[in-house]
């Protein structure tokens, strides 16, 4: 006799635990999503709100500050990078600056203008608004590989990687309805599952890879080809923006940030390359960031290992590499 037969009841006994263990499951497997999607919104919201209000209480108002007759005076543009979120203003790279640059005879006064998400758009009407009241002797912008990308143009990584379809009126009803786009486009707006993505993606570019179809990807081929719209831009706002430093006698100088988690790996050569010759075409003095940081590990520079924002001690040696390169370049 076959111990190990199943009878017909048997198999139903097991089949029914199955679908309890199963309907069970489901409830449980939705509200644990519904949980850690609630939890995952709040913490970004919590976060974002800390630091906002910790840094907009730390940083420069353009609006309030007043030119030092007596000064050597530098105004600086940038985006996040150089504001450099959750670090002290007193050891703020650009505080440190002023401090480097200063001399018993020659006090120098160093205005950060840099705001988060700031591109070479807003960066030109920020030196619009400012300069005939800051009067700078030098216009510093740190200048950010992801500034091809911004609302001035709405131009976005996913407009160049994601291919459009047309479809009839009579499609789109069905293609609306149908339940399984709709799930999709569900879990597309789950901002726990795009944490998990975007997780992956930065901890695989810590290793150096990039993968195929992310916004990184764009940002290293595509975004600096001739033909892209935002890199046009760039081109046409840096030239704006040293005609104006030169109407008012100032000196426009352009220092590329790096990406502090990926100094291991050359990932931005093909546009730092494309950068370099146009910045020598045009005859603007610029420097690379990449020169004086290059093979660092993350541990010494980043804030953490998925966040390339300068922590405190980049912020420390950025300020003397800054200072050293404007030395050499005759411009302070």
Not at 196 to 201: C, D, G, H, L
């Amino acid at each position: 006799m076959n111990t190990n037969s199943y009878s017909p009841s048997s198999v139903r006994r097991l089949f029914r635990q199955g679908l309890r263990t199963f309907a069970w499951a489901v409830p449980g497997l939705v509200l644990g999503s519904m949980a850690l999607e609630l939890t995952t919104r709040l913490a970004k919201a919590v976060d974002f709100a800390a630091t906002t209000t910790i840094d907009n209480a730390s940083r420069d108002d353009p609006a309030s500050i007043v030119a030092s007759e007596d000064s050597f005076r530098v105004l600086v543009l940038g985006d996040s990078m150089a504001y450099s979120p959750g670090v002290p203003r007193n050891l703020l790279w650009s505080t440190l600056l002023e401090e480097n640059l200063s001399s018993p005879t020659r006090p120098v006064q160093v205005l950060n203008a840099a705001r988060p998400g700031d591109n070479t758009w807003n960066q030109l009407e920020l030196l619009r608004e400012h300069i005939d009241r800051f009067r700078p002797h030098i216009v510093l912008l740190l200048y950010n590989y992801n500034d091809v990308y911004g609302g001035r143009r709405s131009v976005t990584a996913s407009a160049e990687v994601v291919a459009t379809t047309t479809v009839s009126s009579e499609d789109n009803r069905e293609y609306k309805q149908s339940l399984l786009v709709r799930a999709i486009r569900l879990l597309q707006q789950s901002t726990a599952l795009q944490l998990i993505s975007v997780r992956v993606a930065l901890q695989l570019k810590v290793w150096g890879i990039v993968v195929p179809g992310s916004e990184l990807s764009h940002l290293l081929g595509p975004a600096y080809q001739a033909s892209y719209p935002g890199w046009i831009a760039v081109q046409d706002e840096l030239a704006a923006m040293q005609g104006i430093a030169a109407e008012r006698g100032a000196s426009l100088g352009i220092y590329v940030m790096p990406t502090f988690d990926t100094l291991r790996y050359d990932l931005f050569a093909r546009p730092r390359a494309r950068l370099d010759e146009v910045l020598d075409e045009s005859g603007v003095t610029h420097h690379f960031g990449w020169d004086d940081f290059r093979g660092r590990d993350w541990r010494e520079l980043a804030i953490s290992p998925f966040d390339g924002h300068p922590n405190l001690e980049a912020n420390a040696e950025l300020a003397s590499s800054v200072a050293e390169w404007l030395e050499e370049a005759g411009l302070r």
